[in-house]
Nanobody, 116 residues
Framework: QVQLVESGGGLAQAGGSLRLSCAAS????????MGWYRQAPGKQRELVAR???????NYADSVKGRFTISRDNAKNTVYLQMNSLKPEDTAVYYCLLAVGGERVYWGLGTQVTVSS
């Protein structure tokens, strides 16, 4: 019914940039939140950045000033511009969509690898 299509992951050098995209398709009545999480090897999945009600942006402290989340509501698409990448940003990045007050959808994840 609802699909999340992620793109933009890959390999970057420290100090470089990548832009992730997540497009939602299907029957969507309302969006409660949409954004990005990541999971590094041996660590729990953590919030990176997301939109919540009122269009408020919520960032992890570790990415503030380096990452920027944006969206295109007409396309149900969210983006994550990642600048000044660090090796510690290496992780699988997952798109999250929360809809209808209770339903949550996850993307399959896209690998981001940052080399020294």
């Amino acid at each position: 019914q609802v699909q999340l299509v992620e793109s933009g992951g890959g390999l970057a050098q420290a100090g470089g940039s990548l832009r992730l995209s997540c497009a939602a398709s299907g029957i969507i009545f309302s969006i409660d939140s949409m954004g990005w999480y990541r999971q590094a090897p041996g660590k729990q999945r953590e919030l990176v950045a997301r939109f919540i009600s009122g269009g408020i942006k919520n960032y992890a402290d570790s990415v503030k000033g380096r990452f920027t989340i944006s969206r295109d509501n007409a396309k149900n698409t969210v983006y994550l511009q990642m600048n000044s990448l660090k090796p510690e940003d290496t992780a699988v990045y997952y798109c999250l969509l929360a809809v209808g007050g209770e339903r949550v959808y996850w993307g399959l994840g896209t690998q981001v690898t940052v080399s020294s």
